[in-house]
T-cell receptor, first 111, second 111 residues
């Protein structure tokens, strides 16, 4: 099993550009999550998907959209990137009764 | 909402014990976790404790929970250089999807 994979690993965007961060898991987990990690602030939940076909806002959803394409894939889209979205983005997945498994992260810089 | 606080930095000598502390605010918290993040990697679950337990031991790791004071600690015995990482406390409350992470404690192990 590859676990949770994320692409790309690194990305630099200019303000106003758009991009999609991809996440996939091969563990047949129901729930998937997107977090951002900023220095001194821990992890903050952006969006989550409790099951295929559903998505819900987390703590900091503004400026982001998500798609739960199927059970395996959960993507995060930045429509118009801003410097405040410079961060490390983590995807995680979780089965019904177990804890979260994290991907390796995407380091995004918006200039 | 839930607030989870940790000190940002801890430095210990190799072979000593490390104690990383965490406080939280929601008394209805059900599961409390410790995650480890190595440089450039995602978070990895180290251990967790149910809220009806006071202590859990797993090899070199001991988790202590004081529910009255809403205080959680992680003790690492015989700390090694490979234990150098950021350690996150996380607390589940208000439903199984809602997990709040602390800011993380960076553990530096001095040889």
């Amino acid at each position: 099993n590859a676990g949770v994979t994320q692409t790309p690993k690194f990305q630099v965007l200019k303000t106003g550009q758009s991009m999609t961060l991809q996440c996939a898991q091969d563990m047949n987990h129901n729930s998937m999550y997107w977090y951002r990690q900023d220095p001194g602030m821990g992890l903050r939940l952006i969006y989550y998907s409790a099951s295929e076909g559903t998505t819900d806002k987390g703590e900091v959803p503004n400026g982001y959209n998500v798609s739960r394409l199927n059970k395996r894939e959960f993507s995060l889209r930045l429509e118009s990137a801003a410097p405040s979205q410079t961060s490390v983005y983590f995807c995680a997945s979780r089965p019904l009764t177990d804890e979260q498994y994290f991907g390796p992260g995407t380091r995004l810089t918006v200039t | 909402g839930e607030d989870v606080e940790q000190s940002l930095f801890l430095s210990v000598r190799e072979g000593d014990s490390s104690v990383i502390n965490c406080t939280y605010t929601d008394s209805s918290s059900t599961y409390l976790y410790w995650y480890k993040q190595e440089p450039g990697a995602g978070l990895q679950l180290l251990t967790y404790i149910f809220s009806n337990m006071d202590m859990k031991q797993d090899q070199r790791l001991t988790v202590l929970l004081n529910k009255k004071d809403k205080h959680l600690s992680l003790r690492i015995a015989d700390t090694q250089t490979g234990d150098s990482a950021i350690y996150f406390c996380a607390v589940r409350s208000g439903g199984y999807q809602k997990v709040t992470f602390g800011t993380g404690t960076k553990l530096q192990v001095i040889p």
